[in-house]
């Protein structure tokens, strides 16, 4: 699955089109969540996190564009994807970022019931060792990955999420 977002009114090519993997998305809106939040509603943090068309507007894409342009420029989003790689690494064989299944996963998934018990035996029974962590867990993130979505923002003239 992936989130395909499409720009409302490109100014060029690089406005027109942005997709994520479901991997790469959710650290992504999270991120965005993270240090984007009062130029969003909730209906809109929450909607992101869906492939359900949720609209931003051109202001808010562009504020979200500079937001995110100057933290990558003080290093804000390197020391982010050092700490989530380290996140991801002590992970061991059991995930408990999501409290055992209730709430919200910190690598942004929201689930309903945890799945790393189901993914542990499966890998167990194909004898498969080391990090057994279930792979909504496994979510990459990467200043690279940023810097090319702020490019898309600036450019958009706004955007839909699905």
Request: hydrophobic share 35%.
């Amino acid at each position: 699955m992936s989130f395909y977002l499409t720009g409302l009114k490109p100014t060029n090519v690089i406005g027109e089109v942005f997709e994520n993997s479901i991997w790469w998305w959710h650290p992504l809106w999270n991120y965005i969540i993270d240090n984007c939040r009062e130029f969003l509603s909730e209906e809109q943090i929450i909607g992101g996190q869906f492939n359900e068309f949720c609209k931003i507007t051109e202001t808010q894409a562009k504020q979200i564009s500079n937001r995110l342009e100057q933290l990558i420029k003080i290093g804000h989003t390197k020391n982010y994807e050092i700490k989530h790689k380290q996140e991801l690494i002590d992970l061991g064989d059991i995930c408990s970022s999501c409290n055992g299944g209730e709430g919200r996963c910190r690598f942004g998934m929201i689930r309903n019931g945890c799945l790393i018990p189901f993914f542990n035996s499966i890998k167990q029974n194909m004898g498969i060792k080391g990090n057994l962590a279930v792979p909504f867990c496994e979510s990459p993130f990467s200043v690279e990955n940023v810097k090319v979505f702020a490019l898309f923002c600036k450019h958009s003239g706004g955007f839909s999420i699905g």
